[in-house]
């Protein structure tokens, strides 16, 4: 069986009757080109049979076009929804993306970023996983453009996209005590992380506000996964004098919580009411939610996809950006 023979740019540019700058200038998306040069070139590309080599356009111009993005775990829905927007975003640009995890540890956090930088990838969005950036910082040797999503990692300057943690759980805990609560339980994460510490700040300064006392009894601090939220809410339903309001620190304690609510804790699952981040499509369905505050999950992603655009073609400004976008708290009257 005779192999075809591959198809050159300059087939192509006589097929469409312009020249190879042209076809070039097309296929690295050069907004230049105008819109009916560039069917004619894309309509010439498919009569030829020309297949692009994505590879050979790497190896001559040390990029790829390809972004990767690191997260501590690939079951959120947070997640999800970030590289979603994101990957809309690069493909407006040209650009495509890879996604990885770091499965919550800092060593493989470190070794997954080495491992892209290998494979060329021009740029990498991360969600890092501990506190000490020191780790991620030795890594500048790799001349790699790294963005930060969600937190920062302190001891790594670089541009950052973050949510208003603290007055998001401010405004929440805040309604409940307007709802008439005067004790509010807290279920948060490790004070390590930046996402939980701020929340944390907003929690203390509603309650400080509303001259309410913080129970130390029922603040409880840990990794906030579903087990973790299942586990305290077992806890605080076996406490006679337990709060009946509560503030979550995210949307896997929320759902751990409800889990055990609505199957061992119903006793005291009538007198039970949440704040919690995050507002999903589905939060209505999680019966005990009064107050969800609602990140701009789609803003996050489209400007972590700009910032690293930016930084891989040398444009903005040569400081470190962090940019920090409002929340939004959705009221789920049918709760509690």
């Given amino acids: 069986m005779m192999t075809r023979p591959t198809v050159t740019i300059k087939e192509v540019a006589q097929a469409a009757n312009v020249s190879t700058a042209t076809v070039s200038r097309v296929l690295n998306n050069d907004p230049r080109v105008k819109h009916e040069t560039r069917q004619i070139v894309l309509e010439a590309m498919e009569s030829t049979g020309y297949k692009f080599n994505a590879v050979a356009r790497s ?85 790699i453009p790294i963005v930060l999503v969600d937190r920062t990692a302190p001891g790594f300057e670089t541009d950052a996209v973050l949510s208003e943690n603290e007055e998001g759980a401010y405004q929440a805990v805040r309604a409940l005590i307007q709802d008439g609560y005067r004790r509010i339980g807290f279920i948060g994460g490790l004070p390590n992380v930046l996402t939980a510490r701020e929340r944390y700040a907003g929690y203390r300064r509603a309650m400080e506000e509303g001259g309410l006392s913080i129970e130390p009894k029922y603040v409880f601090l840990g990794n906030p996964t579903l087990p973790f939220g299942y586990r305290t809410m077992e806890t605080i339903t076996k ?34 009411v949440f704040a919690a981040f995050d507002e999903m499509p589905y939060s209505p369905l999680l019966r005990y939610c009064r107050y969800a505050v609602q990140q701009p999950i789609s803003e996050l992603g489209k400007a972590a996809a700009r910032l690293i655009i930016d930084r891989i073609e040398g444009n903005g400004p040569p400081e470190p950006q962090v940019l920090r976008f409002r929340t939004r708290l959705i009221h789920h009257p049918h709760a509690g």
């Fill in 239 to 272: 406490d006679p004098q337990s709060p009946d309001a509560w503030f979550l620190v995210n949307l896997f304690v929320h759902i751990g919580a409800t889990n055990y609510l609505a199957t061992e804790g119903r006793d005291k699952a009538s007198r039970m």
């Fill in 59 to 143: 190896l001559k111009t040390s990029r790829t076009a390809t972004i990767g993005i690191i997260s501590p775990d690939l079951s959120g829905d947070f997640f999800m929804f970030i590289a979603e927007s994101m990957n809309r975003e690069l493909a407006l640009k040209g650009y495509s993306l890879v996604v990885a995890t770091s499965l919550g540890s800092e060593e493989e956090e470190a070794r997954q970023i080495q491992h892209l930088a290998e494979r060329l990838i021009d740029g990498i969005v991360l969600i890092p996983v501990g506190i000490d950036g020191r780790r991620i910082a030795a890594l500048r040797h790799l001349s």
